[in-house]
């Protein structure tokens, strides 16, 4: 039988020192870390009144020729974050795709690491907040969402959820080692990562959106059995709610939206995250 023990919040700081935990104040902190040989860096932001519990992290990926501090102020998680008491790190991009700098290698090509400087953030911020390792998560806008794709792939037996905005993709071979729940935005309008892949997208595009949501649709082992509600006479959401380990893909489709961060996204987001956990 499992002991029940009443710790104060002060004790839980102290616990979480004598764990080693560097100590590391709420609000934002710019950290730089050695990731696959290469100086890497990421912002990190901790929940106001956090004092050593157990919270979880979001990793949160700007789009491409982006910076952390850009994606902290379109996705407004820092303020979620504070109200519902976990972590994000928005890491930084240093990989020059086909039309950007300071992007993801979201396509497994040759160069940046960036499932391993994923990896080691994970890791570098555990060393500092304690974190709920069941409930680890990731999001991103653009390449962000891209680099999101994958890592919902590679890192599919540490992260609980994936949430990518205006870019999923299904990676070349994946395999994930575990179902993982999806929740992906996408408008119609987009002109950069185009809702159908097309003669004129750019190399990185790959596939279109559905194209990537029906497969990863069936390496959740869901049914083909989707519900569809209509928000309004502009949005749709897409549910596959029958897949192995409740492993649910949600769709969010904006008849008219671009290549934006949508209104109302992150807390969609934060709400989904919320339902799932390893």
Same mark, same amino acid.
């Given at each position: 039988?499992?002991?029940i023990? =009443?710790?104060s919040a002060?004790?839980? +700081?102290?616990?979480?020192?004598?764990?080693g935990?560097? @100590?590391?104040?709420?609000?934002?902190?710019?950290?730089s870390?050695?990731?696959?040989?290469v100086? &890497?860096s990421?912002?990190?932001h901790v929940?106001?009144?956090?004092?050593?519990e157990a919270?979880?992290?979001?990793?949160n990926?700007?789009?491409?020729?982006?910076?952390? %501090?850009?994606?902290l102020?379109s996705?407004?998680f820092?303020?979620i974050a504070?109200?519902?008491?976990?972590?994000?790190a928005f890491? /930084?991009?240093?990989?020059?795709?086909s039309?950007? @700098?300071?992007?993801?290698?979201?396509n497994?090509?040759?160069?940046?690491?960036?499932?391993?400087?994923? &990896?080691?953030v994970i890791a570098d911020v =555990?060393s500092?907040?304690?974190?709920?390792?069941?409930?680890?998560y990731?999001?991103g !806008?653009?390449?962000? +969402?891209? !680099? =999101?794709?994958?890592? +919902?792939?590679?890192l599919?037996?540490?992260?609980?959820? /994936?949430a990518?905005?205006?870019?999923?993709q299904?990676?070349?071979g994946? $395999?994930p080692?575990?179902?993982?729940?999806?929740?992906?935005f996408?408008?119609?309008?987009? &002109?950069?990562?185009?809702?159908?892949?097309?003669?004129?997208?750019r190399?990185?595009?790959?596939?279109?959106?559905?194209? +990537?949501?029906?497969?990863?649709?069936?390496?959740?082992g869901?049914?083909?059995?989707? %519900?569809?509600d209509?928000?309004?006479?502009?949005?749709?959401?897409?549910?596959?709610? =029958?897949?192995?380990?409740d492993?649910?893909?949600r769709? $969010?489709v904006?008849?008219?939206?671009?290549?934006?961060?949508?209104?109302?996204?992150?807390e @969609?987001?934060?709400s989904?995250?919320?339902?799932?956990?390893?």
């Open positions: 039988m499992k002991s023990i =009443s710790v002060g004790c839980l +700081a102290l616990f979480a020192t004598s764990l935990l560097a @100590q590391t104040g709420t609000g934002q902190s710019t950290h870390i050695t990731s696959a040989g100086e &890497r990421y912002l990190l929940p106001d009144g956090y004092e050593g919270i979880p992290l979001v990793l990926y700007h789009g491409s020729g982006g910076v952390p %501090e850009n994606q102020a996705s407004g820092d303020q504070d109200r519902e008491n976990f972590a994000v890491p /930084a991009g240093t990989f020059t795709n039309v950007s @700098q300071r992007s993801w290698n979201a497994v090509e040759l160069g940046v690491d960036d499932v391993q400087f994923a &990896r080691d =555990s500092r907040v304690n974190i709920d390792a069941t409930r680890i990731v999001t !806008m653009s390449g962000g +969402a891209r !680099m =999101s794709s994958r890592l +919902a792939c590679e599919s037996d540490i992260l609980a959820a /994936a990518p905005v205006a870019g999923l299904y990676p070349d994946c $395999v080692v575990s179902a993982i729940p999806i929740l992906a996408h408008g119609k309008a987009d &002109r950069v990562n185009q809702y159908e892949v097309s003669e004129d997208s190399p990185y595009w790959r596939m279109g959106v559905e194209t +990537a949501v029906e497969r990863w649709r069936r390496a959740n869901c049914s083909s059995d989707v %519900e569809i209509a928000i309004n006479s502009n949005v749709e959401l897409r549910t596959w709610a =029958s897949c192995d380990d492993a649910e893909i769709f $969010v904006i008849a008219d939206g671009g290549h934006v961060w949508p209104e109302g996204a992150s @969609q987001i934060w989904f995250f919320a339902q799932h956990q390893n």
